[in-house]
């Protein structure tokens, strides 16, 4: 059988290929047009040992021969900068030793007999075609540059393979995108008077920085001016005689943190967390510094912000623990999906006799149809007890509200007049501590606890008068004085109306 190919145009020129990658490139060599480096030709004992009219002698060699004419060395640890680099090799002196091309030559060099040389071969078509397949190896992804291009599947087609191709990734790269994700900081510690505090986690609280984006956005870093990024939620039990309720909100405030190295703050081992107070539905860019009071608890949990790259997220990293619900005086977290956990019924019950306890003569829930009433029959009571806000007359509006109403008909009373004070406190008022009326003015104390005579209102607040056992926020104290639970700070206004 004749072993002539039929398709070659002459034997002596034709180029035959091959399935088989004679090697990978390396491919910050192939801009340079350097082939590959010759195995076993490489050490580190060279030397230029003279250089004459633009040749340099190169010794301390091993393992060249007649046909190292023709291919490069290239030289590197050279003390001076001219001997370094990528030559051409012009002559072969012995097994150890060669001349090279190099105008910039230096001899002899400082680091002679230490210098770092690798043979390699000239660039030629067979390291084209190395590069090419070394490319489409590293593009698919595969272990062989032939192998089939990878394919995956996306969540809303599983099952259907989609081939991953420069078209179908281009832009979608997830690696090439970050998101800040909410984490949870259980148990943080907070005192009275503390502008921030300082959580630990050593190895966890790395700093998002320019060059790296990932981490902890740090409010006096790199992620300056970014209120979304640094916004950190300040999730609260309730407290004995005052609601701090889901989402950190006080006297009208929302009350928040935010991420910044501060001085304590060490990266990636802790962050400090500010607090911050603005108004409800202002902008967080409004916030004022504030200073934790007394009153709140020392023990808070945090969920804060860490950029993290789209690729390295878990499945859960959009998720929290963080649920539409209140907090019981235990600090559990009560579903107020689930009325019966929230008003206190047992699974199952079908009424609410054996759970009330305020049922006396002037409750609502004293009216109650039979002895085991059902929670629509209880709030049907409620409704007929309060009424339906239909008003006759020309004092008070149908429809409008209680507050609106009890407001009105203050606006009303006749045979007596309403004198209102504003004090603009200059400095905070201890809980506890009698406070003298400004102005000179003065009242009539009301012995039934009701303030029939003294209107105080503190942030927009009516204030209820009464003892710290009932839960009310000041006592009457005098004619002229009057004694705050809770400490006032400095900058607040306080409106009294007096009742002449």
């Known amino acids: 059988m004749s072993s002539t190919r039929l398709n070659a145009l002459d034997q002596a020129l034709d180029i035959a290929g091959s399935l088989t990658q004679v090697q990978t490139m390396t491919e910050t060599d192939e801009p340079n047009g350097w082939g590959p480096v ?24 091993t393992g060249m021969t007649a046909d190292s004419v023709g291919r490069f060395l290239t030289v590197s640890g050279a003390a001076s900068s001219g001997n370094n680099g990528t030559f051409l090799i012009i002559t072969f002196n012995s097994s150890s030793s060669v001349d090279i091309s190099n105008p910039s030559g230096v001899s002899p060099d400082g680091n002679d007999g230490s210098i770092v040389w690798t043979e390699r071969n000239p660039y030629r078509l067979e390291d084209d ?20 291009i990878p394919t995956y599947q996306r969540p809303t087609a599983v099952g259907t393979n989609v081939s991953a191709n420069l078209t179908n990734i281009a832009g979608k790269t997830l690696d090439a995108s970050a998101w800040v994700i909410n984490r949870l900081f259980p148990a943080a510690t907070s005192a009275l008077n503390d502008g921030y505090i300082t959580i630990s986690s050593p190895g966890n609280l790395k700093y998002a920085t320019s060059l ?16 979304e990024a640094t916004y950190v939620e300040i999730i609260n039990p309730l407290t004995e005689n005052y609601l701090i309720a889901h989402g950190g909100i006080a006297d009208g405030y929302r009350i928040f943190g935010r991420t910044r190295q501060g001085t304590t ?39 804060y912000g860490y950029r993290e790259r789209a690729d390295n997220l878990t499945e ?17 977290v009560l579903d107020i999906s689930n009325l019966e956990q929230v008003i206190g019924v047992n699974p199952g019950d079908t009424n609410l006799s054996t759970e009330l306890t305020n049922t006396g003569a002037y409750y609502v829930f004293f009216n109650l149809p039979d002895a085991t009433p059902s929670v629509v029959e209880a709030l049907n009571t409620i409704n007929s007890q309060i009424g339906d806000r239909t008003y006759t007359g020309s004092i008070l509006t149908s429809g409008q509200t209680i507050a609106a109403s009890l407001q009105a008909l203050s606006n009303n009373i006749t045979g007596s007049t309403i004198t209102r004070t504003i004090e603009r406190l200059a400095s905070d008022i201890s809980a506890n501590t009698s406070h003298t009326l400004p102005g000179g003015i003065n009242y009539v104390v009301d012995g039934t606890f009701n303030g029939h005579n003294l209107f105080v209102f503190t942030r927009g607040i009516l204030r209820d008068p009464g003892s710290v056992a ?20 400095s900058g607040d206004h306080i409106n009294y109306f007096v009742k002449g």
């Open 316 to 332: 859960t990293a959009f998720r929290t623990t963080l649920v539409n619900g209140l907090f019981s005086d235990s600090g559990a």
């Open 38 to 61: 010759i195995s076993g030709q490489t050490g580190s004992a060279a030397s230029v040992s003279a250089f004459l009219g633009g040749v340099s002698t190169i010794s301390g060699l």
């Open 129 to 148: 075609i190395n590069y090419i397949r070394t490319d489409r190896q590293l593009i698919k992804g595969t272990v062989n540059w032939y192998d089939a």
């Open 470 to 489: 009932n839960g009310d926020d000041y006592s009457e104290t005098s004619t002229t004085s009057i004694t705050f639970f809770t400490k006032q700070k």
């Open 265 to 303: 703050g060490v990266s990636p081992n802790s962050v400090e967390v500010e607090f911050r107070a603005v108004p409800m539905g202002a902008a967080v860019s409004t916030s004022i510094a504030y200073s934790w009071d007394g009153y709140q608890p020392t023990t808070i949990d945090l969920y």
């Open 212 to 227: 790296d984006r990932t981490g902890v956005p740090i409010w006096d870093g790199a992620d300056a001016g970014n209120h």
